[in-house]
């Protein structure tokens, strides 16, 4: 047998113990539903990380529509890749989001009508700046060359969570989004021609999050992307595996016995650099 490094943390969870840390995308979700169910076998687990304080719940960092997408199917119990806080396996970027499907001034005029926003014209290190301290919720990288900061004063955790909510609901329901680590609108052209602009955000840590949904809050999809190592991907793990009337220890010890399967008969791969999948 080859030696391999750590595997990830695999295990059975049940669907009702899960709590994700944003929104679920209806359009993506139902989808994902019918994939798995034509399909059979889950692919790639959700990344969860226990919650703290908590009688066995875990925060979803990445999968949120997956598992919407297990409760759609009635699934009581998914798999899922456990992942710890202060062990050096999880990070967590802050997308940005090119917004396509309107014009400069649409998207203006949808952000001036947030009620509790107002829209200054400014530059990116102040709005930045505006950002770190809590006074603004994002800037706008706009095709004209000009940067207007959205400000409005968020305390908290909650409060600038419920702003975050407001101002992507002001522009995604009227538009499209495209997520990018492009920081101006200037980056995106090239690969949206056609954006009205870009919205910069201020990055998560993973205790924000974490923080965020220990209080109930949830935050919009899309702007969250969690850096994860080592990682589960195509794990193509069946479904009626996890459909089976029987207790969860039994499930548990079912994929213990199919990884240790996979690992003996070389099909678990481990890739220690930086890898670019052309399939997806």
Not at 29 to 46: H, Q, T
Not at 127 to 139: G, V
Not at 223 to 235: E, G, K, M, N, Q
Not at 236 to 246: G, R
């Amino acid at each position: 047998m080859r030696i391999l490094p750590d595997l990830p943390d695999l295990h059975i969870l049940p669907a009702e113990a899960l709590r994700p840390h944003e929104h679920h995308e209806d359009r993506r979700a139902a989808p994902l539903a019918e994939a798995l169910r034509r399909e059979g076998v889950l692919r790639n687990p959700p990344i969860v990380l226990p919650l703290s304080g908590h009688e066995e719940r875990y925060v979803v960092l990445d999968g949120a529509n997956r598992t919407t997408a297990f409760q759609q199917l009635g699934l009581k119990y998914v798999l899922a890749q456990v992942v710890h806080p202060g062990d050096n396996q999880v990070g967590v970027e802050t997308w940005n989001h090119a917004v396509l499907g309107m014009t400069e001034d649409e998207l203006l005029a949808g952000l001036r009508g947030m009620g509790e926003a107002e829209i200054q014209e400014s530059d990116a290190e102040q709005a930045t700046a505006d950002m770190i301290q809590r006074s603004a919720l994002a800037y706008l990288s706009l095709r004209s060359d000009r940067v207007v900061s959205v400000a409005a004063t968020v305390p908290d955790l909650r409060s600038r969570v419920a702003g975050l909510n407001r101002l992507v609901n002001a522009y995604q329901s009227r538009g499209r989004i495209e997520r990018t680590n492009a920081a101006t609108v200037a980056e995106v052209e090239r690969a949206f021609p056609a954006a009205a602009g870009l919205v910069v955000f201020l990055a998560f840590t993973v205790q924000d999050i974490v923080d965020a949904v220990a209080e109930g809050l949830l935050l919009p999809a899309g702007l969250t992307r969690f850096i994860i190592s080592p990682r589960a991907l195509r794990v193509n793990y069946p479904l009626q595996a996890l459909a089976l009337e029987e207790s969860r220890e039994a499930k548990e010890q079912a994929l213990t016995r199919w990884v240790h399967e996979r690992v003996v008969q070389r099909k678990v791969r481990y890739y220690a650099e930086a890898t670019y999948l052309f399939d997806e």
